[in-house]
Structure formats: C-alpha cells, structure tokens
C-alpha cells in the first residue's frame, strides 16, 4: 500500500507522517495538514456492502493512516464504536419523503461530532506512542456547548489522556451546561468562566501560546494538544460513513453498484462536506455534493461569487453549531483547487486575516462544479421540520432541517432526480425546543417535559443521552474568571 504524507496548506516544508500529524493537529506554519495524495478505494462497492460498520471504518482509515499498524487502527476502532452507540449499524439510514437521512446521532452526545471524536483520543494516544512521546496529552478545549461535551465523552477515561473544558458560565442552555457538570471520568475536568464564549477561547489560544508554561508542563511530563475539527484525526474517521451509507443503500437494493448519488451536508466548519469531497475523490459515486448554509450564509455566498467574505453580521440562529463565519476546513479545499499550491493558498489566508476576505480565480471557480451551495432562513428551516413531520412522522433536528430546506431548493433549481442522502447531524432530543415550536407545539415548559412530549409526537424513545442527565450528580462546580484560567489549568495538573 502506498504511503500517504501529510503537507501543510501554507508552505513546502518537509511532509510529516499520519501519526505526527495526528498528534501535531495544526502545521507549525499555521497551515493545515492535507494528504499528498488522495487515495483510491481498495475494495469494490460490492465488497463494502457486506461490512459492519467496524469493518468500513478499517478499509476506508488503513488508506490514510499508512503508518498505524493494523492491529493498532482495529483497537482504535473497536475502543471508539462500542456500545457507546445505541446501535449495531453505528449509522443508520432512514428514508423520508424521497430521501434517505444518515443519522449520524446515535453515540455518546447525540450529534455527530462523537463519529470522529470517539476514535481521536484513541488514535493519538496511539500516534504518542509510536513517536516515541511518554508525556500524558492534555486537550485544552474552549466551547460554546457541543463540542466541549462531544470531547468530554470522547476522552473520558482514555488512559494517557486528560481533558480540560472551559465554556461560558451564562453562554450555554442548561442541559449543555448539565451535561457537562455531569461529565464522570477521573481525568476530565470541566470549569465555568464568567465571560462570553471568545473570552473563554481566547484564554485557551493564550494558554497554548504559553512558552513558559508549555516548559513547566513538560518537566511534570504533560503536554498540551487539540481535539478541534481541523485536525486529520477528525477529518479521515467521517470519511467512513459516506462509503458505508452507499453501501447499505446497495446492499437494500435501492442502488445499483456504481450509480451515483448526491449528498447534502448541513455545513458550519466545512468539515463533514470536505471529508464527503474526499470520498467522492476516492472513487465512490457520488454526483453533487449541496452544501446547506443557515442564514450565515458566507459559504453560499462563495460558491456563487467566488468571494468569500465574513465582513457581514454574525446572526444566531436555531441551528447553532453552524452558527460559524470563518469556516477552517474549506482551506483544504481551497488549496486543492489552487492546484496544491501552498503560497497561492498562504497568500489568499493572509487576506482573510488581514482584511477578512478573498477572492479565488475563475480557473479556481471552475474546480468547484462538484458543489452546489444554498441555505435555508430560519422560517424556511422551521417549515421542513413541520413538513417532514406532517409528511411521514419522521422528526428532524434544526441543523438537518437545513439541509432539508436546501435539498428542497436544489431539486427545483435543477430537476436533479438523483437518489439522495441527507446528513442528519444531530437528534431532535439535542435541540428539542426549536424542534418543537417548529412543530406548533406549545414550548411553556421545561427541557425534559418537552422531551417527553415529543417522545410522544415522534414515538422515539427519549434518548440514553438526555435520561441520564435528569438524575445524574454534578460532579464539577469549578467557576473562574478569565484570568484565572492559567492557575485553575496548573492547579488541576499539580504544577
Ligand atoms: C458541527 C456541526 C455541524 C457542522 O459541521 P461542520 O463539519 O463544522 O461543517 C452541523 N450540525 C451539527 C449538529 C454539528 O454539531
């Protein structure tokens, strides 16, 4: 098999190994780690239709983690989809109103950044160990809510690991904030700061700066690290479940081996998209891939200028978490159409940076024909919700009801009537609320009476995720300011 290294976006430097950019997350010249070549799938559509989920993950990762032993991806794999996920097919597919939905909800925190962050820890205790790395990995994470739980469960208890997760005090919904505090594991810590989410964020970026404590960390033998989504350790694992959701619709007969299909992604960082873009370059077929923006729609904006620009207001909608103007990961993607070319792609960043914007050339625009962008307005996706639930009875989450919208418009912008599966990137019971009043429900209650109500609507039982949470002890009180941060970080770690 054919060695894959990682390069960085912004310069020629030396490539490094998967491990070292799994335990590196960020290249040192600020750039992103992108595979020199994207490799092709080694088995037949055929062959993945007789795979477990488990087993998808090992021929689709063993392609781009070149230097893991086998037998290390296949603990890796088997450590993160367990029994964490309420079900066997690890990603089931639901088919609604023409289209199939790939639940991606059903592990530790109901939204579908616990695909990839239950195998990050594993593999980077595994790439510390293979270079050689005895110090134990603590992540440092900033949060607005999901993410910060997401990684909570993820690294909880991972031998070698610790995590600390600082999130705003009055800045997430009480059951973000419950299922946080509520987090066990002797090695996770969780801390309040009486501040706004960019105050918490930036009092991580300065600890990670922090020359004279990263050497005092490293005499006590810790070493900081990041679980954000820009690391490939995130990126290769959501590559998996495209290859593996064609091919369950192959196996039920609903395609025929090598027709292709669209998918449409509920996007905020770009990385669910980029890793679909992946797949598609590895041989599956896949047609369009529609891109759905919310009302911060700089991405659509994009895909029909050829500017990306995030001077604009920043607007909340019910679909938070693609609530994002600055999206990371379309840097890969920026850098592929560039022609793998780094000083195109560092000069075009440096203008984000600088003046919040860019523009690509048309030559650029054209590599982008695989995409289609839209977005769907906050009344728009409250209607998809409503419709797919008076429909089929099948209820949607906020952030897939954007997708839902957008693949809505896509079908009569184009009479495109290729088969279509539709990204559900979180369970209704995340954002019961939105879910509900979208529904006409009354939501004059609390979260977990609304929960019960629309376990009645649905008929899907209300989550392990939220029951657990009713009753469970809060087990962390930790409040600080926010130039505190440093000394509750070294009080935890006894430096
Ligand atoms: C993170 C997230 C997204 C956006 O995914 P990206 O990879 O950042 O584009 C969409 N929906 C939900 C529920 C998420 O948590």
Redesign the pocket.
């Known amino acids: 098999m054919e060695e894959v290294l990682y390069k960085s976006t912004r310069s020629k430097k030396e490539p490094v190994k998967a491990s070292q950019a799994v335990l590196k997350g960020l290249s040192a010249d600020g750039g992103l780690f992108v595979p020199d070549h994207i490799p092709a799938l080694d088995k037949s559509l055929a062959a993945f239709s007789k795979m477990s989920y488990q087993e998808t993950a090992y021929e689709v990762m063993k392609l781009y983690l070149t230097d893991f032993t086998e037998e290390e991806l296949k603990t890796c794999i088997a450590r993160a989809y367990d029994e964490k996920f309420d079900t066997a097919a690890v990603a089931p597919l639901k088919e609604a109103k023409g289209a199939y939905y790939l639940e991606l909800f059903h592990g530790a925190t109901i939204?579908?950044?616990d695909m990839a962050l239950s195998i990050l820890p594993h593999l980077m205790t595994t790439a510390a160990r293979k270079n050689h790395v005895k110090d134990e990995i603590v992540i440092l994470t900033a949060t607005s809510g999901?993410t910060g739980k997401a990684a909570l469960a993820g690294f909880a208890g991972v031998e070698g690991t610790r995590i600390i997760v600082f999130y705003p005090k009055n800045g997430v919904s009480p059951i973000q904030e419950k299922q946080m505090v509520t987090q066990k594991g002797d090695n996770t810590y969780v801390v309040g700061i009486t501040g706004n989410f960019d105050d918490a964020q930036t009092g991580v970026k300065k600890l990670f700066g922090d020359k004279e404590l990263e050497k005092e960390l490293a005499e006590a033998g810790f070493r900081f690290s990041s679980a954000n989504?820009i690391n490939i350790g995130r990126l290769v694992p959501q590559i998996v479940y495209y290859v593996y959701a064609y091919a369950r619709l192959l196996a039920k007969g609903e395609l025929s081996e090598g027709e292709k299909i669209n998918v449409v992604?509920?996007?905020?960082?770009?990385?669910?998209?980029l890793a679909a873009f992946y797949a598609k370059n590895m041989g599956l077929p896949i047609h369009k891939l529609i891109c759905a923006s919310n009302d911060n729609k700089v991405l659509y904006d994009f895909f029909a200028t050829g500017t990306y620009d995030k001077n604009r207001e920043f607007v909340l909608t019910s679909?938070p978490?693609?609530d994002?103007l600055i999206?990371s990961?379309l840097e890969r993607l920026i850098y592929r159409i560039a022609g793998n070319d780094a000083e195109k792609t560092a000069s075009l960043m440096a203008a984000l940076g600088s003046g919040g914007k860019y523009e690509i050339t048309p030559g650029m625009q054209e590599a982008l024909s695989d995409f289609y962008g839209n977005y769907a307005t906050e009344k728009e996706t409250a209607a998809a919700i409503k419709a797919l639930y008076e429909n089929c009875g099948y209820v949607i989450?906020t952030?897939t009801a954007v997708a839902s919208a957008v693949y809505d418009k896509y079908r009569a912008d184009t009479q495109d009537m290729t088969k279509t599966v539709i990204v559900s990137?979180?369970s209704p019971y995340?954002f019961t609320r939105s879910v509900m009043e979208a529904m006409g429900e009354d939501g004059a209650m609390d979260d977990f009476a609304l929960a019960d109500a629309l376990s009645l609507l649905s008929k899907v039982p209300v989550p392990a995720a939220v029951e657990e949470i009713r009753t469970a002890p809060v087990l962390h009180t930790k409040v600080c300011d926010k130039e505190e941060m440093k000394a509750v970080v070294k009080q935890f770690l006894a430096v």
């Open positions: 939204a579908f950044k999901d989504s992604v509920p996007t905020g960082n770009f990385g669910n998209i679909s978490s693609m994002i999206s990961n989450d952030h990137t979180a995340k």
